[in-house]
C-alpha cells in the first residue's frame, strides 16, 4: 500500500467524489487560485472550472449560507472554512439553518453539505487561529463532527461526508496535513460511527480523536515499557459516537484516560467522562481521567506546548492511575 500525505488524502477525496458526481463543488477562501490555505485545493481549479472550484469573498456566513442553499437546491457543496476559529462567525448559518433544516421540514429537505475546516495547534497561530471548537459543534443536534486522524481514515470518512444526505462539519488539524501513512489505491469509503482499536491492553484504556491520537500512542509505547498495557481507542467520529466500542475496552480495563487538546471545562472530554461513568460505573476501578487542554486562550510560540497535553502528562498520570492513586498530578 502507498503512503502519502495527510494532505494529499483529502484531495484525492474530494477530486474522486467531484469525478464521480457532478453535483459536488467547493467553495470557500483561496480555494481556487491560491490552491487551498493548506494546499488540500490544489490543481482542482484546473481541473474541474470556476463553476465548480469557488473563490469566495472573506464572508464566512455567506458562503456559508450559500452551501445550505445549494445543498436544499439538490447540489452536494463541500464548504471551507479556512480555521474552525471562524465557525463564530457562521453560526447562524451552521446551527440555525444546516443543522436544524431537515428535521424541521420533515425530512422534506435534505442538506448533503460538508463544512470542512482546520484547527488545532502545532503552528503557533496564536489564540485566534489555533481552537479546537467541536464541543460547539458536537452540541448542535442535527449535524454529524468527524475528526480524523490518519491518511487513510481522513480520505475514506470525507468520501463518506461527501455521501452523506446530512449535514458533516469535517475537521482536519493543522498539524497533521503533512503527516503520511498508507491508503488505498482502490475505492474505498469509511463508515461513520466506528472507532478505530489501535493497540490492544489490560491495564487501562486510552481514548483520544485527532491529533492526540499520535500523542497517546507514544506515551502507551512508553507505558508498555514500564509493565503498563494500555488499550488506545481513536473515536474518528464524535457524531455519531460509537460508545459500544468504548464501553467494551472499559468493560475489560477497569480504567479511562479521555485525552483531548480542547479545553477541558466543558468539552468533550466532559462528555465522553459522563457517559463512562453513566453506563461502565460497574466495571471501574478507579474514576475517569481527563488530560485536556489548559482553560486559557491559546498561547503563541513556545508556550502553545503548555496549553496541551503532552506525552509525559499521559505517562506519569497513567502510571499513578493503575498503580493505585486517581491520576492527579
Not at 10 to 37: C, N, Q, S, T
Not at 160 to 179: C, G, N, Q
Not at 218 to 234: H, M, N, R, T, Y
Not at 262 to 267: D, F, R
Request: with cysteine; glycine share 10%; proline share 5%.
Amino acid at each position: 500500500m502507498r503512503e502519502i500525505t495527510y494532505r494529499d488524502a483529502i484531495r484525492e477525496a474530494i477530486a474522486e467524489e467531484m469525478k464521480r458526481d457532478d453535483r459536488v463543488f467547493i467553495a470557500g477562501e483561496e480555494v481556487g487560485l491560491y490552491g487551498g490555505a493548506y494546499a488540500t485545493t490544489r490543481n482542482l481549479l484546473k481541473e474541474f472550472g470556476a463553476k465548480r472550484v469557488v473563490d469566495t469573498p472573506i464572508s464566512e456566513a455567506s458562503f456559508t449560507g450559500l452551501g445550505v442553499g445549494a445543498a436544499i437546491a439538490g447540489l452536494r457543496p463541500i464548504i471551507e472554512l479556512m480555521y474552525v476559529d471562524f465557525v463564530g462567525l457562521a453560526m447562524d448559518q451552521i446551527g440555525n439553518q444546516m443543522a436544524k433544516l431537515r428535521y424541521m421540514t420533515g425530512g422534506q429537505l435534505k442538506i448533503p453539505m460538508v463544512l470542512r475546516t482546520q484547527g488545532g495547534t502545532g503552528r503557533s497561530a496564536g489564540a485566534q487561529h489555533s481552537q479546537s471548537l467541536e464541543a460547539y459543534l458536537v452540541h448542535t443536534p442535527g449535524l454529524r463532527v468527524v475528526m480524523p486522524a490518519t491518511p487513510e481514515d481522513a480520505k475514506g470518512l470525507l468520501k463518506t461526508a461527501i455521501r452523506s444526505d446530512d449535514p458533516v462539519v469535517f475537521i482536519e488539524h493543522k498539524a497533521l496535513y503533512s503527516k503520511k501513512g498508507p491508503v488505498p489505491e482502490g475505492e474505498y469509503t469509511i463508515p461513520f460511527k466506528e472507532a478505530k482499536k489501535l493497540r490492544v491492553g489490560n491495564d487501562l484504556t486510552i481514548i483520544g480523536y485527532s491529533r492526540m491520537v499520535y500523542t497517546v500512542l507514544e506515551a502507551a509505547e512508553a507505558l508498555a515499557k514500564q509493565g503498563i498495557s494500555a488499550e488506545v481507542i481513536d473515536l474518528r467520529t464524535l457524531n455519531p459516537l460509537d460508545t459500544t466500542s468504548i464501553f467494551e475496552s472499559i468493560g475489560k480495563t477497569g480504567r479511562a484516560i479521555v485525552v483531548t487538546e480542547a479545553h477541558k471545562t466543558l468539552g468533550m472530554s466532559a462528555e465522553l467522562s459522563a457517559l463512562i461513568h453513566e453506563n461502565c460505573s460497574s466495571s471501574l476501578v478507579a474514576p475517569v481521567l481527563r488530560i485536556a487542554g489548559e482553560n486559557v486562550p491559546v498561547p503563541a510560540t513556545y508556550l502553545e506546548q503548555f496549553a496541551i497535553p503532552q506525552v509525559d502528562d499521559i505517562i506519569c498520570r497513567s502510571i499513578r492511575l493503575v498503580r493505585g492513586g486517581k491520576g492527579e498530578v
